[in-house]
């Protein structure tokens, strides 16, 4: 009896007891720092579990790897967004993307995480957009599905992007990044010839912060999770829309108490939520920073802020600004 016993328990998969954000410094040689997101989902022995790369944007390149849970599907697991899936996210020193810095990183996740490599996943945002582009480009028969937002590229061909599924995202009013960044890439892959797994949305009157909501709604996951490198025809999602009405909705139904994962740093480095006076009456915009970052600081609202500061939700801040919080 006691051994049929142990028999069973052995064919039990492990489950992660818990949600982990793992950070990882100087782990992979030539390569990048970066954060690994480990699901209360995760099965170490069956395999399933899929794989989110995450390419931040300039404003949070640098050294300090904690800036990397400033805005993104971090921030959004903080904020009590459920994402089944590893997320990957490493941090950019300064300079352009490199795609096989990025492939050093999920070949070391993929051989210590067992899962499931037929659904790797990339989005990214602005200089992310970029490296969205130029790592989906340069490795199509790793990707399942892409999707890049306000960015460009800056591939010699752009020819592998149409094996991919892929989503461009680009507003219209974009004065960080223009939206021709984007129609260049689009262009690009129409020379290459068939373009029938791409979708691209010029996105009338959107500015460039306001594509930051799309790692907050859940249509963003759905669209990414619906495709694998084993559907043998590869065919692109179309039933998943995305406008600016959709985007009203990012931080709506967010459970920030549902959020219970443990932080494994080794090293952490200074990156609070903490004011530095909690008196304050006003708030001085450093490099970074969003209405979501302050208001968590000052346990308020975006909403109040916006109220008091006569300000929208899609505002673009400027460094030194302002914001006031009574």
Request: charged share 20%; with cysteine.
């Amino acid at each position: 009896m006691k051994k049929i016993i142990i028999a069973i328990l052995i064919l039990i998969p492990f489950y992660a007891n818990s949600q982990k954000l793992i950070a990882n410094r100087d782990s992979v040689q030539g390569s990048y720092n970066f954060w690994v997101y480990v699901p209360e989902c995760y099965d170490s022995v069956s395999g399933t579990t899929p794989t989110v790369l995450f390419l931040h944007g300039r404003s949070l390149c640098g050294r300090n790897l904690s800036m990397v849970r400033r805005y993104g599907p971090l921030d959004a697991l903080l904020m009590g967004r459920k994402i089944n899936a590893l997320v990957v996210a490493p941090q950019n020193p300064g300079d352009a993307w490199k795609p096989e810095k990025i492939m050093k990183i999920i070949d070391w996740t993929t051989e210590k995480y067992h899962t499931d490599t037929n659904r790797l996943y990339v989005l990214g945002m602005s200089l992310g957009g970029y490296g969205t582009i130029d790592f989906t480009g340069t490795y199509p028969e790793k990707v399942a599905a892409a999707m890049a937002l306000c960015g460009g590229g800056t591939l010699k061909s752009y020819c592998g992007l149409n094996e991919v599924p892929l989503w461009i995202m680009h507003g219209t009013a974009d004065k960080a990044v223009g939206v021709s960044q984007s129609q260049a890439v689009v262009d690009k892959m129409i020379e290459c010839g068939d373009t029938s797994r791409l979708i691209f949305d010029r996105l009338s009157g959107v500015n460039h912060s306001r594509l930051a909501r799309m790692f907050y709604l859940p249509d963003t996951y759905e669209w990414l999770f619906s495709h694998s490198l084993a559907d043998s025809a590869r065919q692109v999602n179309r039933n998943v829309h995305i406008d600016n009405a959709t985007m009203e909705l990012a931080y709506k139904n967010l459970d920030k108490s549902s959020t219970h994962f443990k932080v494994v740093d080794p090293n952490p480095q200074a990156y609070s939520y903490v004011p530095d006076d909690p008196n304050a009456t006003y708030y001085v915009i450093k490099k970074g920073d969003t209405l979501s970052h302050v208001a968590r600081m000052y346990h308020t609202t975006v909403a109040k802020l916006c109220q008091i500061n006569h300000l929208s939700e899609t505002s673009i801040l400027q460094i030194g600004q302002k914001i006031y919080l009574k």
